[in-house]
T-cell receptor, first 115, second 110 residues
Framework: DTGVSQDPRHKITKRGQNVTFRCDPISEHNRLYWYRQTLGQGPEFLTYFQNEAQLEKSRLLSDRFSAERPKGSFSTLEIQRTEQGDSAMYLC?????????????FGEGSWLTVV | SQQGEEDPQALSIQEGENATMNCSYKTSINNLQWYRQNSGRGLVHLILIRSNEREKHSGRLRVTLDTSKKSSSLLITASRAADTASYFCAALLGYSTLTFGKGTMLLVSP
């Protein structure tokens, strides 16, 4: 499978715990994006990387959210001190940069349930 | 805030019929991408149309873009039960940010 891979697919955690999601993009893609989707809504942009540089992070929902892409390959999204309102699907996507018309490919998502 | 607004919110048709979904957006875009999402799954890319294009085809899909009206439409011809899903349009703002609407839920009955 050469698509965008996300792990874990499902995570149930207690309120207050930290969670981390991992994303492996399509291998030749230098851009990586994180989105969040709640029930009945479209995905909401959180942040994106070009190679290892995080070029946009103002949309991260709070300072409890952070993302890294240390070597410009895989990325992690961490949520600290989880709250029930963090329950959602977290989607990772990747693309090539350099052209306006590049397709952005999404993974299967990581479901988070905070109890 | 979400850029795209799909219309209708829900659509129910019979197999073999055509399905048309519309999308409106608010600001200038570089391209617009349509996605399908089956319940609980990730997004599957369907088609991309650039801001300087007016119409594109891919198999049973036809997408139009009217930048003067800031609107797009997705037509699925000869629908199948397997087309049952939610469909989203996503406007590319700048070079990196896709903004989505709430989607259209399509139900295709055998």
């Amino acid at each position: 499978d050469t698509g965008v891979s996300q792990d874990p697919r499902h995570k149930i955690t207690k309120r207050g715990q930290n969670v981390t999601f991992r994303c492996d993009p399509i291998s030749e893609h230098n851009r990586l994006y994180w989105y969040r989707q709640t029930l009945g809504q479209g995905p909401e942009f959180l942040t994106y990387f070009q190679n290892e540089a995080q070029l946009e992070k103002s949309r991260l929902l709070s300072d409890r959210f952070s993302a890294e892409r240390p070597k410009g390959s895989f990325s992690t999204l961490e949520i600290q001190r989880t709250e029930q309102g963090d329950s959602a699907m977290y989607l990772c996507a990747s693309s090539l940069s350099g052209e306006v018309g590049n397709t952005i490919y999404f993974g299967e998502g990581s479901w988070l349930t905070v109890v | 805030s979400q850029q795209g607004e799909e219309d209708p919110q829900a659509l129910s048709i019979q197999e073999g019929e055509n399905a048309t979904m519309n999308c409106s957006y608010k600001t200038s875009i570089n391209n617009l991408q349509w996605y399908r999402q089956n319940s609980g799954r990730g997004l599957v890319h369907l088609i991309l149309i650039r801001s300087n294009e007016r119409e594109k085809h891919s198999g049973r899909l036809r997408v139009t873009l009217d930048t003067s009206k800031k609107s797009s439409s997705l037509l699925i011809t000869a629908s199948r039960a397997a087309d049952t899903a939610s469909y989203f349009c996503a406007a590319l703002l700048g070079y990196s940010t896709l903004t989505f609407g709430k989607g259209t839920m399509l139900l295709v009955s055998p």
